[in-house]
């Protein structure tokens, strides 16, 4: 440890009222003895938010190295501002991450860099205006519709929410990019993203050791093929598109497919990559934390009766899903404070291009720099009972409180998530959707146990009974 926050740089957010014992949400507990060469390596590749101990909790600054390499645990929200705002430049997508996702993403927005990544979000980023995210509002509530009445249909019985919202998320990514227009059979596409998904999850221990690309990583092996599935599907489904926008321009639904085709300076191939890549990164990750919304919801009673208060006394009021986000500040503080417990995507990983420094903290070229929101949003210094299920945290007058790199479910600077109004939006539709008539109650034996497979998820899914209210 080379540095120390001193108390005076601290930023613990105001003690914020909150109703009486909070729930403590479950996580695993920090280690606090080093775990060793091959402890390490056995803990990253099994689950890797369980590498890390006390001290990554409580310290603004963790300087240690892997495999000669140094690598610095950033907690400190000014040095986090430095590097992904202030000195973005000097920062690229770490190798490791990338020798992960690139096989499955190509030239994506998310695993692009340089040039490349530069044009590719100047044509991507007026797709997602707000003008046109705000389009997307119908869809997403007509799809949230959709899952209300099949899961009504299931009062009384026990299922797996975080199945349910991953169907849900998939059901509106669908509607929202495809408008349903797609090259199979509903069925046949949603197994196929699925198999896709569950081959984009894994770490390789020869990643974790940097070993040349040359040596195959057998568990990704086993997912070349129905990725090349997945992939002819989606190059299918463009194809289709492009023949009908040929044919009227303007009769094409106004979606993600048919924006990606009418934008500036994307090839054929770059659009198949994005949207695998919108797949990929804006599924999952918002399936995720609705079904830990669920979860601690179930876990807080007074806080779920302030959220369904809240639905019953607004939504009636409403003429359109378009203002729900606006108009819900306790449903959108609940999520919020989900995505602050259950960050989904846990690290955001850089590779430092030249030597940095800032205040006292020495970045030397090539460390691997790592900015850790599973770290930050439970730090001990930044959060008052960081553990604990707050949502007020996030209530209107409360959030100004807050530092802005303390908080980064979407990251920050630059790489910003480009789809996180889209998520926000969607996530607070689905739940003032599903919440006014549905209850669910969490109905495990025990706690969760938390893991990370790219997002931070439950290990067996998350049992839930539904009953109507
Ligand atoms: C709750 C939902 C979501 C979360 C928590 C999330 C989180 C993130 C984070 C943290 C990053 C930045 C990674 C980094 O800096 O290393 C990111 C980037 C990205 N996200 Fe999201 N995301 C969500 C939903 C979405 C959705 C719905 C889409 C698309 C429809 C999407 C598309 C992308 C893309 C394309 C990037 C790469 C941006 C770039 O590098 O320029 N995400 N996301």
């Known amino acids: 440890m080379s540095n120390a926050l001193h108390a005076a740089d601290t930023l613990v957010s105001p003690d914020v009222p ?12 920090p280690h606090s003895e080093p775990l060793g060469f091959f402890g390490f390596l056995k803990t990253a590749s099994r689950n890797p938010i369980e590498i890390w101990g006390t001290r990554a909790f409580k310290e603004p600054y963790i300087v240690g190295s892997w495999l000669g390499v140094p690598n610095i645990v950033v907690n400190d929200p000014k040095a986090v501002r430095h590097l992904l705002v202030d000195n973005a430049k000097n920062y690229v997508m770490q190798p490791l991450r990338q020798r992960i996702l690139r096989p499955l993403l190509r030239d994506g927005l998310l695993t692009a860099e340089g040039q490349l990544w530069r044009r590719t979000r100047k044509a991507i980023a007026p797709i997602f205006t707000p003008r046109h995210i705000a389009g997307f509002t119908e869809p997403m509530a007509a799809r949230s519709q959709k899952a209300q009445e099949r899961l009504s249909g299931m009062a009384g019985q026990t299922v797996d929410i975080s199945h349910e919202t991953t169907l849900l998320t998939f059901d509106i990514l669908q509607a929202t990019l495809f408008s349903d227009d797609i090259a199979s059979e509903p069925d046949a596409f949603a197994r196929s993203t699925s198999d896709f998904l569950g081959s984009m999850g894994r770490v390789d221990p020869l990643d974790l050791l940097g070993a040349p690309d040359f040596l195959p990583r057998f568990r990704r092996m086993r997912g070349r093929k129905s990725m090349n599935y997945f992939r002819q599907l989606i190059a299918e489904t463009i194809e289709k598109r492009k023949r009908q926008l040929d044919r009227d321009p303007d009769g094409a639904p106004p979606d993600l497919l048919t924006l990606l085709l009418k934008a500036d300076g994307l090839s054929r191939d770059e659009i198949e990559d994005n949207i695998i890549t919108f797949i990929g990164a804006g599924h999952e990750t918002t399936a995720r934390s609705l079904a830990w919304t669920f979860y601690l919801l179930s876990q807080a009673p007074d806080e779920r009766r302030m959220v369904e208060e809240e639905i019953d006394r607004v939504v009636p009021t ?33 590779t430092a291009l030249q030597a ?30 960081p ?83």
């Not at 909150?18 to 507990?29: C, E, K, N, T, W």
């Not at 359109?320 to 919020?336: G, I, N």
């Not at 969607?426 to 209850?439: F, N």
């Open 18 to 29: 909150s109703r009486p014992r909070p729930f403590r949400a479950p996580a695993p507990v």
């Open 387 to 469: 553990d604990h299920f707050i949502p007020d945290r996030f209530m209107p007058g409360n959030r100004d409180a807050l530092d802005r790199y303390q908080y980064l479910p979407f990251g920050v600077g630059p790489r910003i998530c480009i789809g996180a109004s889209f998520a926000l939006q969607e996530a607070v539709i689905a739940l003032a959707v599903l919440m006014r008539d549905l209850r669910f109650d969490y109905d495990g034996r025990n706690q969760p146990n938390v893991v990370q497979r790219i997002t931070v998820q439950p290990e067996n899914g998350l049992p839930m009974k539904i009953s109507r209210r």
């Open 356 to 385: 940095d420094q800032f205040n006292d903290l020495t970045i030397p070229a090539g460390s691997t720099v790592l900015i850790m929101p599973w770290l930050i949003h439970r730090h001990e210094m930044l959060w008052d009972r």
């Open 318 to 350: 409403l003429d359109h899903p378009s203002q729900y986000l606006d108009a819900l500040p306790r449903t959108r503080a609940v999520f919020e404070e989900s995505m602050r417990l259950y960050p989904p995507a846990p690290s955001l990983n850089r």
